[in-house]
């Protein structure tokens, strides 16, 4: 989604589909809410929000999620709005020499 004011971008919101396996059904993910510094606090996130949250009841989503940073300020911003932090839930990642060592123990397997 793209937010303009004159013809020009200000903001986007770029977001892909998921399928919870717990919900039978599709959600949205949230990737990454951008707005021009100079813009923020005109509400144009809070309407790229709720024009993502139209699209996925629309679509029939289960729900809209995102990850933020535990500095990011932004938290306020998506707590007003209703979203909760999901304490339950731990985010891992894998990445650089690690990946691909683990690629490598797939590769090693089929030989």
Same mark, same amino acid.
């Given at each position: !989604? $793209? &937010?303009?004011?004159?013809?020009?971008? $200000?903001?986007?919101?770029?977001?892909?589909? +998921?399928?919870? +396996?717990?919900?039978?059904r599709s959600g949205i993910h949230l990737?990454?809410?951008?707005?021009?510094? @100079?813009?923020?606090?005109?509400?144009? %996130?809070?309407? =790229?929000?709720? &024009?993502l949250a139209a699209l996925a009841v629309?679509? %029939?989503?289960?729900? =809209?999620? !995102?990850?933020? =940073?535990?500095?990011?300020?932004?938290?306020?911003?998506?707590?007003?709005? %209703?979203? +909760?932090?999901? @304490? @339950?839930?731990?985010?891992?990642? $894998?990445? %650089?020499?690690? !990946?691909?060592d683990l690629a490598e123990r797939e590769?090693?397997?089929?030989?």
């Amino acid at each position: !989604l $793209i &937010a303009e004011r004159e013809d020009k971008p $200000i903001g986007f919101a770029l977001f892909f589909p +998921t399928y919870s +396996t717990w919900e039978g059904r599709s959600g949205i993910h949230l990737e990454d809410l951008f707005v021009l510094e @100079e813009e923020r606090g005109n509400n144009v %996130g809070y309407r =790229l929000m709720t &024009a993502l949250a139209a699209l996925a009841v629309e679509r %029939g989503c289960a729900r =809209l999620e !995102l990850s933020v =940073l535990h500095w990011n300020p932004a938290r306020k911003f998506y707590y007003r709005l %209703g979203l +909760t932090h999901q @304490e @339950e839930w731990l985010p891992y990642r $894998i990445s %650089g020499k690690a !990946l691909s060592d683990l690629a490598e123990r797939e590769v090693s397997t089929q030989a």
